[in-house]
């Protein structure tokens, strides 16, 4: 059974930084590419970012404008987000999920399925 378990998340001022950690389990996490995601309230869900599966290739939503960076470690079967610069408006619960395919590249974000339950990210200003 696929389980993704993030953390991390919390209450910051603007400016501030934050780290995120999803931690993978039930499956081969070095054979998928992940993604994070996130939704605020009353907001769709929105793709944050993207690696696959080695690593070498890294995809970031417009609106993160260099803020952030996503990484991974295949043998502590563990993914990072590094948020940096936070505004209000990142103000969501953030999700790890997992692309259904293991392909090379990221995909889209039609192609992940499986999420955690979310770690909360609030941004006063």
């Known amino acids: 059974e696929v389980q993704l378990v993030e953390s991390g998340g919390g209450l910051v001022q603007a400016g501030g930084s934050l780290r995120l950690t999803c931690a993978a389990s039930?499956?081969?996490?070095?054979?998928?590419?992940m993604a994070w995601v996130r939704q605020a309230p009353g907001e769709e869900l929105e793709l944050v970012s993207a690696?696959?599966?080695?690593?070498?290739?890294?995809f970031y939503a417009d609106f993160v404008e260099g803020r952030f960076s996503i990484s991974r470690d295949n043998d502590k079967k563990t993914l990072y987000l590094e948020l940096n610069s936070l505004k209000p408006e990142d103000t969501a619960m953030y999700y790890c999920?997992?692309?259904?395919?293991?392909?090379?590249?990221?995909?889209?974000?039609?192609?992940?399925?499986?999420r955690g339950q979310g770690t909360q990210v609030t941004v006063s200003s």
């Open positions: 999920t997992k692309r259904q395919y293991g392909r090379t590249g990221v995909g889209a974000l039609s192609e992940y399925d499986n």
């Open positions: 039930g499956f081969t996490f070095s054979l998928y590419a």
């Open positions: 690696i696959s599966r080695g690593g070498s290739e890294k």
